[in-house]
Every structure is written in structure tokens, then in C-alpha cells.
């Protein structure tokens, strides 16, 4: 898919759209967002090109993503008591110039996430890449990777989704 044939606005939407799913917990509904092949990976490198040759902080395929999604809807998961408050704040929306062979779109973005538990609140920032496939109901996810700014330094019990 071209470029062109996409308005910025458009996927701006989706992205405000799939934040305001993870803050107000609806988990399953960003799960559809998803294709059936789809994956979600946070590298614990900056530069790694690929999760396979290290380890991740994330990985996790379309079966690993339901299983995250049942576990956080478990009233007795530990690492969510109590649950977690978020706000993600999207920003610097790109369309990037070079589609990948898996999705017809590449979209490139920044964030910001807070969350709030136990009395603590962390804040997590890095960049976004998506790999968007285009649906007559619009867009869903081939792929998403979260490029945290400090993926390599101590981080503490991630359990929320970026």
C-alpha cells in the first residue's frame, strides 16, 4: 500500500485509539486490534534487529498475547494488586517511507506511559514501530515493537502493556 493512500490522521486515530484501550483495561479489545499472526516485542537491546539470537523483555506471538491478556483478567495475578492506573501520551506520528514485506504499513511513533500501583508510579518512554495491514473495518497489527528509551538499565516488574 502506498503512502499516499493514507491519511496521517487516520493512523493517529488508531494509535490514540489503541491507548485509550490499555488505559481503560480493555484488554481483549486490544487484542482484536491484532491479526491472527501477530506479535508484540520489546528488545532489551536498543539496536537488536531481530528476538531470536537474545533475549527479550517481551515476545510474544498471538498465542503468548491471549495468554497475556487471561493472566491480567485473573483476579489473583500478583503483579497486578491491585491493578495497574496508566496513561500513554502518543506523539510524532510518521508513516514511514519503506513498507515491510509483512504489513502494508510501517508507522513509526514516541510515547510516554505512566503507571500508577502501590502507592508508586513509574513512567516508561521510548519509540513504537507498527506494522499495520489495512481491513475493509481498517487497520490491525501485523506486529508491534516498543523501543523503551532505557531497555537496557534496571527496570523494576514490568506487568503493564505499552
Not at 61 to 80: F, G, M
Not at 130 to 159: P, Y
Request: hydrophobic letters at 35%; proline letters at 4%.
Amino acid at each position: 500500500m502506498a503512502q499516499d493512500d493514507v491519511d496521517i490522521r487516520q493512523i493517529e486515530a488508531f494509535l490514540f485509539h489503541e491507548a485509550r484501550l490499555l488505559d481503560d483495561r480493555q484488554f481483549e479489545a486490544w487484542l482484536d486490534l491484532f491479526t491472527d499472526t501477530g506479535w508484540y516485542w520489546v528488545p532489551v537491546q536498543p539496536d537488536q534487529d531481530n528476538p531470536y539470537d537474545t533475549i527479550s523483555l517481551i515476545y510474544d506471538d498471538r498465542r503468548l498475547l491471549e495468554t497475556r491478556v487471561r493472566r491480567l483478567r485473573n483476579p489473583r495475578i500478583h503483579a497486578q494488586m491491585p491493578p495497574s492506573r496508566t496513561s500513554h501520551l502518543i506523539g510524532n506520528v510518521t508513516i514511514e517511507d519503506d513498507s515491510p514485506d509483512d504489513a502494508d504499513l510501517l508507522v513509526g511513533s514516541n510515547f510516554q506511559m505512566l503507571e500508577y500501583r502501590r502507592d508508586k508510579q513509574q513512567v516508561f518512554g521510548g519509540s513504537c514501530r507498527h506494522g499495520l495491514i489495512r481491513t475493509e473495518d481498517g487497520f490491525k497489527i501485523q506486529w508491534k515493537r516498543v523501543n523503551l528509551a532505557n531497555s537496557d538499565g534496571m527496570l523494576d516488574g514490568i506487568s503493564a502493556i505499552f
